[in-house]
């Protein structure tokens, strides 16, 4: 009798969709949210503030405990299904054209950078306000700094938000980064860490154009016999 294999079905059903690295980073991210709502939830209170302490990011914790482990950790870990969902959306629709673009290993490289990069400017942020017992968890740091990525690369593309109301992604990213930074000016209690997501733009501008920034700024030198340098500046391509 025919049994079918689950997983490699799924593993079938995600590759048509999906790419690589991708396909996994979404795995992982399940993986976590079920081990979280099925057996560290009913385990008991105890069990679950264990969890959260070894694997969400506490800047008291991650820094002056060394439990650097966390700057990753918390990518992963998400408060409920709609904070679960709401990520890994965003993660299915706009980072797989992105790691065709990139390749598996650039994408990978860019999500840990930006993750993790957004993670230390919370961090930094919460020791420099007094808050350094204030946690976070969730990949939405990287997932802003997708989004910024594909507003570089493809402006122009339409997103419904909502699945009702057509907008461009360039017009998305900016009103995203706007109430991102009116949230860490206001620093709000709501529960929803506005410096993470600011850092994951920042990260993931300096990561892409940052190059180009530094490139344009310097200008292309050469070193003459009189000891003066020249000096030529471009702006072609500057925000290719």
Same mark, same amino acid.
């Given at each position: 009798?025919? #049994?079918?294999?689950?997983?490699?079905?799924? /593993?079938?059903?995600?590759?048509?969709y999906?790419?690589?690295?991708?396909?996994?980073?979404?795995?992982? /991210?399940?993986?976590? !949210?079920?081990?979280? @709502? !099925?057996?560290?939830?009913? =385990?008991?209170?105890?069990?679950?503030?264990?969890?959260?302490y070894?694997?969400?990011?506490?800047?008291?914790?991650? +820094?002056? #405990?060394?439990?650097?482990?966390?700057?990753?950790?918390?990518?992963?870990?998400? $408060?409920?299904?709609?904070?679960?969902? !709401?990520?890994?959306?965003? &993660?299915?629709?706009?980072?797989?054209? %992105?790691e065709?673009?990139?390749?598996?290993?650039?994408?990978?490289?860019?999500y840990?950078?930006?993750?993790?990069?957004?993670?230390?400017?919370?961090?930094?942020?919460? +020791?420099?306000t007094?808050?350094?017992?204030?946690?976070?968890?969730?990949?939405?740091g990287?997932l802003?700094?997708? =989004? =910024?990525?594909?507003?570089?690369?493809?402006?122009?593309?339409?997103? &419904? @938000?909502?699945?009702?109301?057509?907008? *461009?992604? *360039?017009?998305?990213?900016?009103?995203?980064? =706007?109430?991102?930074?009116?949230?860490?000016?206001?620093?709000?209690?709501?529960? +929803?860490?506005?410096?993470?997501? %600011?850092?994951?733009?920042?990260?993931?501008? %300096?990561? %892409? *154009?940052?190059?180009?920034?530094?490139?344009?700024?310097? $200008?292309?030198?050469?070193?003459?016999?009189?000891?003066?340098?020249?000096?030529?500046?471009?702006?072609?391509d500057?925000?290719?």
């Amino acid at each position: 009798m025919y #049994q079918r294999n689950l997983w490699s079905e799924l /593993n079938f059903f995600l590759s048509r969709y999906l790419t690589p690295a991708v396909k996994y980073i979404l795995l992982a /991210n399940t993986v976590v !949210f079920l081990v979280q @709502v !099925f057996v560290i939830r009913l =385990l008991g209170f105890k069990v679950t503030e264990g969890f959260f302490y070894l694997f969400a990011e506490t800047p008291q914790r991650a +820094i002056f #405990q060394f439990m650097v482990w966390q700057f990753v950790t918390y990518m992963f870990i998400h $408060g409920n299904v709609f904070h679960f969902l !709401f990520n890994m959306i965003i &993660l299915w629709f706009f980072a797989p054209r %992105l790691e065709v673009r990139w390749g598996t290993l650039g994408f990978v490289k860019f999500y840990f950078i930006v993750g993790i990069g957004a993670g230390l400017i919370h961090a930094l942020v919460s +020791i420099m306000t007094g808050r350094p017992l204030e946690g976070i968890i969730g990949a939405s740091g990287a997932l802003y700094g997708i =989004l =910024l990525a594909y507003a570089l690369y493809w402006p122009d593309d339409i997103v &419904l @938000v909502w699945g009702i109301i057509p907008v *461009k992604v *360039k017009v998305l990213v900016i009103v995203m980064g =706007l109430f991102a930074f009116l949230g860490s000016v206001e620093s709000a209690q709501t529960g +929803i860490s506005h410096i993470t997501h %600011l850092g994951g733009l920042i990260v993931a501008f %300096l990561y %892409l *154009k940052g190059p180009d920034i530094w490139r344009r700024l310097r $200008g292309r030198t050469r070193y003459t016999r009189s000891g003066t340098y020249r000096i030529e500046f471009s702006d072609r391509d500057f925000w290719r």
